[in-house]
Structures are given as C-alpha cells and as structure tokens.
Nanobody, 120 residues
Framework: QAQLVESGGGLVQAGGSLRLSCAAS????????MGWFRQAPGKERILVAA????????YYSDSVKGRFTISRDNAKNTLYLQMNSLKPDDTAVYYC?????????????WGQGTQVTVSS
C-alpha cells in the first residue's frame, strides 16, 4: 500500500524559511510525478509546486514562484519543498501527492499533511 509521510512543518516568522520533506514507501513511485498542495482554513486545496520523475519539469503557482523550490531524491524516495521568504498567506496544511503525471496529481495518493504557520 502506498504511503506518503510529510514532515518539516512548524511555526516560523514572516521572512523565514522551512524545508518540507515527503517520504514515499509501500510501493514504487518510479516514473511518477509528485507535488505539493496546500489548504488554508476555509479554502480549497491547491497545487503550489510539482515535479516530474526526472526532475526536468517543474511547476509553481504564481503565489510561490521565486520563493519555493521543489526537488526530489529518487534514490531516497523523498520529495522536498524549500520555502523561503515565507509570508502569513503561506499558512496552511501542506500535503504531498504522487501520480503518473502532474495534471493528475489531484487524484492522489496523499500524505496526512504537515502544518505550516507563518506569523507576522
């Protein structure tokens, strides 16, 4: 059974940085795209960053472009999200997901999420 486990969330002041990790286990995600979604209270879950299996292709939402960097280590089955220059609007639960392509990441599977809180 596929399992994705996020870690690295926490409380940080505006302007600070966090690095999220997502460890994949239980099955192989070879040739799978992976991505990070976030969901703020009362809002829908949105894709903020995604990466293809090779790492050659990436996607960033306009809200995080230039501040967040997605990467992956396929040998470790781990996905990362480096978040810099954090803003209070980045406060959300962050989820990782995997699927055959970026366009279908919203279908999951999903991790349980990690809370990121940015104070002003």
């Amino acid at each position: 059974q596929a399992q994705l486990v996020e870690s690295g969330g926490g409380l940080v002041q505006a302007g600070g940085s966090l690095r999220l990790s997502c460890a994949a286990s239980g099955r192989t995600f070879t040739n799978y795209a992976m991505g990070w979604f976030r969901q703020a209270p009362g809002k829908e879950r949105i894709l903020v960053a995604a990466i293809t299996w090779s790492g050659a292709g990436t996607y960033y939402s306009d809200s995080v472009k230039g501040r967040f960097t997605i990467s992956r280590d396929n040998a470790k089955n781990t996905l990362y999200l480096q978040m810099n220059s954090l803003k209070p609007d980045d406060t959300a639960v962050y989820y990782c997901a995997a699927n055959t392509k970026i366009a279908t990441l919203h279908l999951g599977p999903w991790g349980q999420g990690t809370q990121v809180t940015v104070s002003s």
